[in-house]
């Protein structure tokens, strides 16, 4: 098999989890451009019908489902619109996710439970759903959680997230522990850790710290508007086949210094 073939996606289907802006919007962009029709879900309609119109504009055969994850009951309703409409799902990005800053000792009992259920409950109901419905029955498929650099550290003074920390721990363990099991199905199951990006989510801290940021980073720069679209079409594609149970770090070497 050629490289080219390695790497071709035409005809796939994927199903993106928080596809309507920033991060998941970006890869649903990098697959689509390599032939997959993309399925977006988020909460709110009208970013998802931007984010629609953006994607079928670049000619990405796109669906959007409004939801929220953190319902867990609203998940085989989800998978049974992306399956009606596409007949499969082969590809599964976990990208969905929040965050809640309080120093730990007044940390809200219901911040610990939002960050925790979107986070990584969703991630294994819905990795559930898709496996049960679409990946095992065809012994194939490739799974790619979104964790975090937070995940492999503790908090800076600057960071009160505990809960999203924690959260990003749990997704790198959660992907290692899938992968070991699913392997026998032909599912890769892997994962991506972002450093700094530019997100809505991430605006409030980045404007304060972003300079010193860029100074500890090797690179000298945060994460743009393609830096993970690379990483995604790698571990979406045959290319990563002998890959599973693995981190990307996506951070311009920040986690080094």
């Known amino acids: 098999m050629s490289v080219k073939q390695l790497f071709d996606l035409g005809g796939k289907t994927a199903l993106i989890t928080g596809g309507s802006r ?3 919007l970006q890869m649903a962009e990098a ?4 032939g997959v029709r993309v399925a977006i879900t988020a909460r709110k309609p009208l970013e998802l019908d931007e984010a629609r119109a953006r994607l079928e504009q670049q000619g990405v ?4 489902i409004a939801g929220d994850l953190a319902k867990f009951e609203t998940i085989p309703a989800l998978v049974a619109q992306v399956l009606e409409r596409f007949g ?3 590809i599964l990005v976990n990208n969905a996710g929040t965050t809640w800053g309080a120093p730990t000792e007044d940390y809200p009992a219901e911040a610990w439970h939002k960050v925790m259920n979107l986070n990584i409950n969703a991630m294994f109901f819905l990795s559930q759903e898709v496996g049960r419905c679409c990946m095992i029955p065809k012994r194939a498929g490739k799974i790619v959680n979104i964790a975090s650099v937070a995940g492999l550290s503790g908090n800076s003074p600057q960071m009160t997230t505990i ?6 721990g749990a997704a790198i363990n959660f992907t ?3 992968a070991a099991e699913w392997g026998k199905y032909n599912i890769n199951v892997n994962a ?11 605006r409030g801290l980045l404007g304060k710290i972003e300079q010193t940021v ?4 090797p690179l000298r720069r945060i994460g743009g508007d393609e830096d993970l679209k690379g990483a995604v079409v790698f571990l979406a594609s045959e290319a990563s086949r002998h890959v599973t149970g693995q981190y990307i770090v996506v951070d311009g070497g920040a986690c080094v210094t």
Not at 163 to 168: L, V
Not at 192 to 202: A, D, W
């Open 192 to 202: 991506i850790c972002p450093g700094f990006f530019p997100s809505k989510m991430s």
């Open 88 to 90: 499969t799902i082969d």
């Open 31 to 34: 697959l689509g451009e390599m």
């Open 61 to 64: 055969e796109t669906l959007t």
């Open 163 to 168: 809960a999203y920390n924690t959260s990003k």
């Open 176 to 178: 290692r522990a899938l």
């Open 22 to 24: 920033g991060l998941g």
């Open 214 to 217: 860029i100074a500890m980073t």
